[in-house]
């Protein structure tokens, strides 16, 4: 790792220490946002060569829903992707934060949710800051789960050219109609934040300008990655799946919570694959017979994913 220099956009690292195992603990503080972000990073297997960088974004509680990343549920605690990445020759990095963002910018601060300038931080801020301190090839891939399964379309839309492939497991791109409206309003409110701070009340412009769906078009070049189960029940969902531990009622909220939301998942990466065929835009589209909105799945969509991305971001 090397030492970055600031960004001119304000952006800089603030610290870089050893965490657990392979793990790089960075503290990048973000002019936009006006606060420091901690960042994760996974290094490429030979530092001596330039990599491309995969960024892993989270859920709805950002992967520090109990204060800290380590002591909460995220891509690099509850999946193996640390041991997967082992002797790839990749950057990757997991922002830590964002809980009920959408990884958006919001037009205004929100008194319990702080200040969100995610697509600036994510696009420009976060790249140019790690681009500079582990030499990369400037060449990028997203990958995101749930709440993030959306926002990877919203970055690679808005910051065109920035992320060669995109990978959404479990998500709902279309953000602007009454149903999608109605899912980003319980997430926000879920966190007591109030919507009409992200993109103002449901008739403002900002929210078609958001949706993924309606601007699907301009995904065209971009490899592309989608997956979700369809909520019932599969071969995770059983006492000894990941997570689960024995425990019957984080089975049964597993099933039926989490049975739920792929059930919805499922319906709109329906919605999505037909966009994309209509406007004949090249996608893969992985729609398993069963599976809820868990990660053990999310899981296997990293790893059926990564040949794509791969291919994508390799020069």
Known sequence: MEAARPADNGSRLLTAAQGP???????VYSAAMGRPITVEVLPAADSSRPAP????LNGVDGGDENGAWTMSKNWFTTTDAVEFFAGKQVNVVMPVGGGASFYTDWR???????????????????????????????VNAVAGLSMAASAVFGLAI????KFRAIASYSGCVRTSDPRG??????????????????WGPPSDPLW????PYLRAGELRGTAIYVASGTGWPGPLDTLDGPGIHGDPVKLADQIALG???????????QQLRDRLRELNIPATVD????????????????????????????E
């Open 21 to 27: 195992g392979r793990v790089l603990d960075l503290t």
């Open 53 to 56: 960088t995969l960024y892993l």
């Open 108 to 138: 205004a601060d929100d008194p319990r949710l702080g200040r969100h300038r995610w697509t600036t931080f994510l696009t420009d801020e976060l790249p140019a800051v790690i681009d500079s301190a582990f030499g990369t090839t400037g």
């Open 158 to 161: 808005d910051a065109p050219g």
């Open 181 to 198: 409206q109605a899912l980003v309003n319980s997430v926000v409110l879920g966190k007591q934040g109030n919507p009409a701070n992200m």
């Open 208 to 211: 078609a300008a958001n949706d």
């Open 259 to 269: 049975g739920m939301l792929d059930a919805v998942a499922h319906a709109c990466t």
């Open 287 to 314: 729609i398993r017979p069963s599976g809820t909105h868990s990660w053990g799945y999310w899981q296997q969509d990293l790893h059926n994913s990564w040949p794509m991305i791969e291919a994508a971001i390799t």
